[in-house]
């Protein structure tokens, strides 16, 4: 059952610190993106790579956020340090070809106190 | 340019009602795409729409990929209680690869 997998499922941590969220694609699956969801905002873009390139990451505050793609089999999104204003769930979303479809895992949800 | 406009907000209605829900762009689009979320969990792909004019059927829903490329809908077809979500758009412009989404369509299904 092919899925994306994220870890950890819940995070909390204090402001200042570092937080490292992991994302497992689909495997087989060349296109990777890392959304934050607030109420406030919604569904907001913070990157996404192609092939493990990144491609955009403009929608991400660089100064405290980074995202990479050390191999193919696993994507990171590190935030340090953390603010409270982060607390947000973080989703990675795979798919198979750019421009297609594709698909989320179950999110990270981070609380900075 | 490139937002995704999606309406209503949010939609009460009785079970068994019909639902539609639209999504604009005032720039063109290559791909929509329609997700369902439910608490708790990420955002779950209902239908992917790639050309213009196109029409899908995923059991009791349907989308159509605008003709002029700037807009979808979502239509929903005898709802039932366990459709209650939030049902977001999702499309990837004509000059770029990444996928943006709409604000969501919150819908709840009286029994």
């Known amino acids: 059952d092919a899925r994306v997998t994220q870890t950890p499922r819940h995070k909390v941590t204090e402001m200042g610190q570092e937080v490292t969220m992991r994302c497992q694609p689909i495997?087989?699956?060349?296109?990777v993106f890392w959304y934050r969801q607030t109420m406030m905002q919604g569904l907001e873009l913070l990157a996404y790579?192609?092939?493990?390139?990144?491609?955009?990451d403009s929608g991400m505050p660089k100064d405290r956020f980074s995202a990479e793609m050390p191999d193919a089999t696993l994507a990171t999104l590190k935030i340090q340090p953390s603010e409270p204003r982060d607390s947000a769930v973080y989703f990675c979303?795979?798919?198979?070809?750019?421009?297609?479809?594709?698909?989320f895992g179950q999110g990270t949800r981070l609380t900075v106190v | 340019g490139q937002q995704l406009n999606q309406s209503p907000q949010s939609m009460f209605i009785q079970e068994g009602e019909d639902v539609s829900m639209n999504c604009t762009s005032s720039?063109?689009?290559?791909?929509w795409l329609w997700y369902k979320q439910e608490p708790g969990e990420g955002p779950v792909l209902l239908i992917a729409?790639?050309?213009?004019?196109e029409l899908t059927s995923n059991g009791r829903l349907t989308a159509q990929f605008g003709i002029t490329r700037k807009d979808s809908f979502l239509n929903i077809s005898a709802s039932i209680p366990s459709d209650v979500g939030i049902y977001f758009c999702?499309?990837?412009?004509?000059?770029?690869?990444?996928?943006?989404f709409g604000a969501g369509t919150r819908l709840t299904v009286k029994p």
């Open positions: 979303a795979s798919g198979p070809r750019s421009g297609t479809e594709a698909f």
């Open positions: 495997l087989g699956h060349n296109t």
């Open positions: 790579f192609r092939n493990r390139a990144p491609l955009d």
């Open positions: 720039s063109i689009f290559n791909t």
């Open positions: 729409l790639y050309k213009a004019g």
């Open positions: 999702a499309g990837t412009p004509y000059n770029n690869n990444d996928m943006r």
